[in-house]
Each structure stands twice: as structure tokens, then as C-alpha cells.
């Protein structure tokens, strides 16, 4: 027997597990009468159904086209799927089983809503983008109706509430439902009043008993039509992922840090302005290895990204479209404080992202109005991770195309801005001509989005890389102030404060940095090895750099502190290395153009590179 799978993607599979290669015009015509009640159509209406673009003629002659290919496929088994007469087309459901039987399964209640919402977390054929408004239509109207059919199934699950796990299954089919409808306010009552049972309510003795929901169940004859209207709206409040923790190590800690995670999310349900993203989902988000492709698929606005380590949870609520840090904090994480834990990282999440609503809305519709720009956007974010040319210009590259799409997309200009300075770093040419480019592309970035931090930063490096340290220092200020807790900004001020003159200050302000994103880009290393360089701590800088996955930036900072402490070995080791990549750089020639406020640096600087042999 043949079953077709309708949920994730759409396809069907043999007796042995085995996929079938078949037409996926097929496949939808399959699914499509599998869906229906009686399993046969004219075959007008299917012509119609899956050619509804061109002229009724030539659908007719696609269809034809398409069941002499079915017939071809289905040539050697003993029992077909498809019956086909000169004007019909019927489903064989003797020879073919589908995941839609979920929903036509009888049995016991909570099995049925585990059943069912484990379906349907899938999402609806996921891997076909629909070729007619007819079966875009189609696919909504399914996508209703089993959302309807999941709420039905968990109202009809509560008075089997108390059955051990069936909080944690109720639960979980309640936040697919406000994902999707986050004014459902019925099942948003549920859902609170369950948080008690849910997670830690299972795990830890609370004293109180098991949670008791009261919701009034819905009438016999099922969903009302103020029900489907309601399923069918669009959604468009801004969306927020709470991704599970990570940790080096798998142990019981790890899995009460996810337990908390996940009651939170609970808790959240109860903001109105804000759709949270189910815990599934998030966890598939947190195992995909394009998460930042995923998360603009998802159209999701806000993370919250959290780890796992011996010194507890630490959390971070992070803006996407810019990868702001909005708000970051860690929490002891022993047994006597998880259940307070659990209501203080809600309530500082809840007021931290109310507050970033009322600034981001704008901003939010901007991004979500403009796809195509931000993916553009995204690409080119992503190949900066990668401090070297080739990347560098693959990322310009990619903000141009941005910018081809939205003419006015602030961060794209602010990208473009980076390109330039990193160029500028990269080559060490002392090239002016790329920091011009690139305080152009941050004016016209803040000129477009004067509230944003990133466009203040941009300003700030390239003030710097162009001698105006102190204009460098206001710039980066206000940039902090603008957004306290945005890691790349307080780098980027950390980096500014060592060409001033303070390395002590920008030690400090480097490794709050670190602190808030702890799994560090190359260039937060980097920027704390110069500062450790200037406080003559060059056994700290030798580990910041040799803590780099990409040390080439970082190779002339290396050779002169290996220097500086007589390790002659290392410091010929990174020289080369450093030289290999750039065979002309010349030591007078580089100091004359990095701007440091005093003397002195230059001359430690000096010293160390001569002593390496530069």
C-alpha cells in the first residue's frame, strides 16, 4: 500500500518506506482528492484546480499529459491509486493511506491532540510553493480547517487533564493555536491557568496539588463561524522565538535550564502584542545549521538565545533584523531558585520586550515590507562573520543587491559601511579613498535611521580609522546610549578607546562585550588582544589571538607580543604568517597612518614589531 505524506514535505512513499518518484502535480491532485469527502472530481474541476493560469483548452491537455505520465509511473503495481475515467478521476483509498487520517481517527482524546498537533507542527505541504491562486486557496482552506479540528481536539482533551504528561501535551497544542491566533483568548485563559501543572509544575513539589482548569467547553457542533473567521486572519504581530539552551556538557542542569525555557514561553503567552513561537519549532530552529535563514523565513522579529554553563543561565533577547542585544542578564540556576527564576526572567522579558515594541514597530514593518532587500541584507551580514578580502567583497556585493531592491534600507548602508573599514584593515594600505566610501554609507545610514545605533557605530570606526579619535569616542558613545546592551557597538567603542589612549578602559568595555555574546567573533578577540598589547599584558594578548578561529587579522599583534617576552620562535612563526598575506606592509608606513591619541602606543607598538622582525 502506498501512503501519502502531506505533512513537512508532500510525497509518497512506498510499502518498504522507500520514496516514490512521482509528478508533483500528481501529488497535489492525490492530496486534493484525499482531502475531499467523496475522493473523485470531474476532471474539468481538476484542469481547473491545477492549471487555473491558462486557458481552460490547454488545461484539459495538461491533464491529459499528466495522467498518461501517472499511468506510466503506476504501469507494474497490482493495485493503482488513481481510477480514471473519460470524464472523472477517483482516489483508490484501498491502495493508498494518508496522514490526513489523523484527523478522521477516532480514540482516546489526549492521543488524538497528541496525534493531531504532532501533525500538524509539520506544517501543511511545507515544500511547495503554490503554482495557482486555486491551490494557494486550497492549501489556506486545509491549513483552517486543521487548525479548527486541533482547537476542537484540545477542548475535547480537558477533562483528561490531570493524566500524568497530559499538561505538557495540552500545553503544547495550546501554543500552536496562539502561534497561529494569538487572540484566541479562550485558549490564552487555558494556557495560564495550566502553567501551574506545565514543566517545573510536573518536575518540583509546589504544595498546591496539580494544576485545575475551568474552561467552558465549545458546543456540540463545533467550530462557529466567528471560529473560522478568526483561524483565517492573517498574522501580523511581530514574533518571538525562545530557542532552548545550549551547553558543553549534557547533564541534569541542562535539562531543568530547557524546562525553565520552555514554562517561560507559557508564561509569555499572556503579552497581547507579541506571537510566540511554539517550543517545537524553536527547537528546530536551534538544531538548523541556517538559523539566520530560518528565522527570516519565519518572519521571526525577536530571540531569545540562551546557554547552559556552571555558572548558570544566561539569556540574551536580541532584535533579528539588526542583531541588536536588546537585553541580557544570567541567572543562578540551583533547585531552591528555579520556580523565582522562572517568574523573574519572564517578567524582565515581558517589560523588555514591551518596551521594544513601541521603538522597533516601525522599524519591524519596514524589514517584514521589504523581503527580498532583507534576505539580500542577511547574506551579506552573514559573510562578514569572515574577516578576510574575498568575503569582504562577496558581502558588499550582496548589500548592493539590497539596495537594488529598497533604496533607502538603513542597514544595508550600514553594511556597506563595514565593508569599506574592513577593507581598509584588511589591506593595510592606508587606502583613504575606502574610508571616504565608508563615512559616506554611514551618514546616509543614520540620515535614514538617526535612532539606530548600528549607523552611529559605523560613523564612529570610520572616524577613527581617519584620525578623529575623539570624534570617534562621541560617535560610539552615542551609539552605546542608543542601544546598552548591543555587543558590537560596546566592541566597536572598546576598539576606539585603544587607539585613544585608554587600553585599560577598553579591556573592560571589550570584555563586557565577550560577556553578552560569549561565543565571540574573531574580531572581540582581536580588539582585547591590542588592548591587553598596550597594557604590556602580552602572555594575555598571545591568548586572545591564539582563541581566534581565524587568526590572520590578528598576526602582527601576535609576532609583537611573542616578541616583547623573548619568545622568538612564536613571534618569527606569526610574522610569516602575517607576511604571507600582506608581503608589502611596511612598519612606518602603517603607524603613520593608525591613529593612536599618544605617542607612547606608537612607540610600544613600534618596538614590538621591529623586534619581530617586520
Known amino acids: 500500500m502506498l501512503h501519502l505524506q502531506t505533512f513537512g514535505d508532500l510525497r509518497l512513499i512506498d510499502a518498504n518506506g522507500e520514496p516514490v518518484r512521482y509528478p508533483i502535480k500528481g501529488l497535489l491532485m492525490m492530496a486534493h482528492l484525499y482531502a475531499g469527502a467523496s475522493h473523485e472530481l470531474s476532471r474539468y474541476e481538476l484542469a481547473q484546480f491545477l492549471w487555473s493560469d491558462v486557458e481552460a483548452e490547454l488545461a484539459r491537455l495538461n491533464l491529459r499529459k499528466l495522467i498518461s505520465r501517472i499511468r506510466e509511473t503506476d504501469g507494474g503495481r497490482a493495485e493503482i491509486p488513481f481510477d480514471f475515467t473519460a470524464t472523472t478521476v477517483r482516489l483508490n483509498t484501498q491502495a493508498v493511506s494518508s496522514d490526513l487520517d489523523v484527523f478522521r481517527t477516532a480514540g482516546p482524546p489526549l492521543e488524538r491532540l497528541n496525534a493531531i498537533a504532532e501533525l500538524t507542527q509539520r506544517g501543511f505541504i511545507g515544500n511547495i510553493k503554490p503554482a495557482t491562486k486555486l491551490i494557494d486557496t486550497w492549501m489556506r482552506a486545509q491549513r483552517d480547517a486543521q487548525a479548527l479540528q486541533l482547537r476542537q481536539a484540545l477542548l475535547d482533551a480537558l ?6 504528561g497530559a499538561a505538557r501535551i495540552i500545553s503544547s497544542a495550546a501554543l500552536q493555536i496562539l502561534e497561529r491566533d494569538p487572540n ?42 466567528a471560529d473560522i473567521e478568526r483561524a483565517s486572519l492573517p498574522l501580523i504581530l511581530p514574533r518571538l522565538v525562545l530557542l532552548p539552551p545550549t551547553s558543553k556538557h549534557a547533564d541534569a542542569g541542562l535539562a531543568l535550564a530547557s524546562a525553565l525555557i520552555e514554562d ?106 521589504n523581503p527580498e532587500a532583507y534576505h539580500a541584507y542577511l547574506v551579506g551580514s552573514s559573510l562578514m562573520s569572515k574577516l578576510t578580502l574575498p568575503h569582504i567583497r562577496r558581502a558588499r556585493k550582496a548589500f548592493k543587491q539590497s539596495l537594488s531592491h529598497k533604496a533607502d534600507f538603513s542597514p544595508s548602508f550600514t553594511g556597506l559601511a563595514r565593508t569599506f573599514t574592513s577593507e581598509w584593515l584588511v589591506t593595510a594600505q592606508g587606502n583613504n579613498e575606502l574610508l571616504h566610501l565608508a563615512e559616506q554609507n554611514a551618514l546616509r545610514a543614520i540620515e535614514r535611521d538617526p535612532a539606530s545605533a548600528a549607523g552611529h557605530r559605523e560613523l564612529g570606526v570610520t572616524k577613527l580609522y581617519l584620525g578623529d579619535v575623539d570624534a570617534s569616542v562621541a560617535a560610539l558613545h552615542l551609539a552605546e546610549e542608543l542601544s546598552p546592551h548591543f555587543a558590537d557597538v560596546i566592541y566597536s567603542h572598546a576598539d576606539t578607546l585603544v587607539h585613544a589612549s585608554r587600553p585599560g578602559d577598553a579591556l573592560a568595555k571589550i570584555q563586557r562585550a565577550i560577556s553578552l555574546n560569549p561565543i565571540a ?22 591568548a586572545y589571538v591564539e582563541a581566534m578561529k581565524d587568526k590572520a587579522p590578528a598576526h602582527r599583534i601576535a609576532a609583537a607580543s611573542c616578541a616583547m617576552i623573548g619568545d622568538r620562535k612564536r613571534a618569527l612563526f606569526h610574522r610569516q604568517r602575517a607576511e604571507s598575506i600582506n608581503p608589502v606592509f611596511d612598519v612606518e608606513k602603517w603607524l603613520a597612518i593608525v591613529p593612536f591619541k599618544e605617542q607612547w602606543q606608537k612607540e610600544l607598538y613600534r618596538e614590538g614589531l621591529l623586534r619581530a622582525g617586520f
Open 159 to 164: 477533562p483528561d487533564v490531570e493524566k500524568s
Open 184 to 225: 484566541d483568548e479562550q485558549v490564552r485563559a487555558l494556557l495560564q491557568q495550566l502553567s501551574g501543572g506545565s514543566s517545573f509544575g510536573e518536575r518540583l513539589p509546589s504544595g498546591n496539588g496539580p494544576a485545575r482548569v475551568e474552561v467552558k467547553r465549545a458546543e456540540t457542533g463545533g467550530a462557529t463561524s
Open 264 to 369: 517561560v514561553t507559557i508564561e509569555l503567552c499572556a503579552l497581547r502584542n507579541i506571537s510566540i513561537v511554539a517550543p517545537h519549532t524553536a527547537g528546530q530552529i536551534r538544531r538548523d545549521s541556517e538559523k539566520a535563514t530560518v528565522v527570516a523565513r519565519h518572519s521571526i522579529a525577536y530571540l531569545l538565545d540562551t546557554r547552559f554553563s556552571d555558572e548558570g543561565l544566561f539569556a540574551q533577547l536580541i532584535y533579528f533584523p539588526t542583531d541588536e542585544i536588546i537585553w541580557a542578564h544570567r541567572f543562578v540556576m540551583t533547585p531552591d531558585t528555579l520556580p523565582r527564576q522562572r517568574r523573574l526572567i519572564a517578567q524582565q522579558l515581558t517589560l523588555s520586550v514591551a518596551r521594544e515594541l513601541a521603538e522597533k514597530e516601525e522599524e519591524r514593518l519596514r524589514f517584514e515590507a
Open 521 to 542: 567573533p574573531d574580531a572581540y578577540l582581536w580588539c582585547a588582544a591590542g588592548a591587553s598589547f598596550f597594557l604590556e599584558q602580552y602572555e594575555e594578548a598571545i
